[in-house]
């Protein structure tokens, strides 16, 4: 029987779209497997090949996504800020700035205490150090990306004052996320209280700024 005109095997281009989604799942599947063994073990006790071994990859398919170990966490940094993007998709469509707001204390909240808190701690220590803040590349989302153009559209919508920079504020709400976490993180904020720490944070700085 002959093949469909639009099988696969037949269209380069859905061919090349097969393995774009293979490398991207491949890529996804090596990063979750090393943020589990991280939170068993800690940073410094899988190897290379615990990590392709649990995320049933070769070396050499571990070596043409990734580097080194400190490659995969800043990896697992942007894939948190993306998937917390990715959460707030509803509320960006549909709804105002305190519920914007609320989806994102919501999903990064909810993101966070899903691993243990030392790990937080050292994956952000680590990230941290290798991406200062405001180095983000470009083609990344973080949490300055995610939360800028939801101020400038409160900005655009009468709610917050248009005289504070979009940008400048993004930042700033983004740097109190991250000591939040930290704070969290350390153990200096009980483990069920990282959301309203950071919503405290957030409250000071917007009730300053509400037209």
Not at 65 to 94: G, N, P
Not at 170 to 179: A, C, F, P, V
Request: hydrophobic share 45%; proline share 4%.
């Amino acid at each position: 029987m002959a093949k469909p005109a639009d099988s696969a095997a037949d269209n380069p281009y859905r061919r090349s779209l097969l393995r774009q989604q293979r490398s991207i799942e491949t890529r996804a599947n090596i990063v979750r497997a090393a943020a589990r063994l991280w939170a068993e073990r800690g940073f410094d006790g899988p190897t290379i090949e615990d990590i392709c071994g649990a995320a049933g990859v070769g070396r050499s398919t571990f070596y043409f996504h990734f580097e080194s170990k400190e490659e995969l966490i800043d990896e697992l940094t942007w894939a948190t800020a993306a998937a917390t993007a990715a959460d707030m998709e509803a509320a960006l469509e549909a709804s105002g700035l305190d519920e914007q707001i609320d989806a994102f204390l919501d999903a990064v909240a909810g993101r966070m205490i899903r691993f243990p808190r030392a790990f937080v701690a050292l994956v952000l220590r680590r990230a941290t150090q290798r991406n200062p803040p405001g180095e983000t590349p470009e083609g990344r989302v973080d949490f300055a990306r995610i939360l800028t153009p939801v101020l400038a559209r409160a900005q655009a919508d009468g709610h917050l004052r248009s005289d504070v920079d979009a940008d400048e504020l993004g930042d700033i709400l983004s740097n109190l996320t991250m000591q939040a976490i930290l704070r969290w993180a350390s153990g200096r904020t009980r483990r069920d209280a990282l959301r309203t720490s950071m919503a405290l944070r957030f409250e000071l700085v917007l009730d300053g700024l509400r037209s």
